[in-house]
């Protein structure tokens, strides 16, 4: 993990928007394009029949 983030860290064209993305992804915190869909517990007011 250390060698990663330090090769990350040396690379002079990686933008800091990239970088941040990068160690996002070695931490397993990557960014979610799409979330999981989650059940409704319940109906709102405006779908009751």
Request: hydrophobic content about 35%; charged content about 30%; some cysteine.
């Amino acid at each position: 993990m250390g060698k990663a983030k330090a090769l990350v860290a040396e690379q002079q064209n990686v933008s800091l928007g990239d970088r941040e993305r990068l160690y996002g992804y070695l931490e397993g915190e990557g960014k979610m394009i799409l979330a999981e869909p989650q059940s409704l517990l319940h109906l709102p007011r405006r779908c009751r029949a």
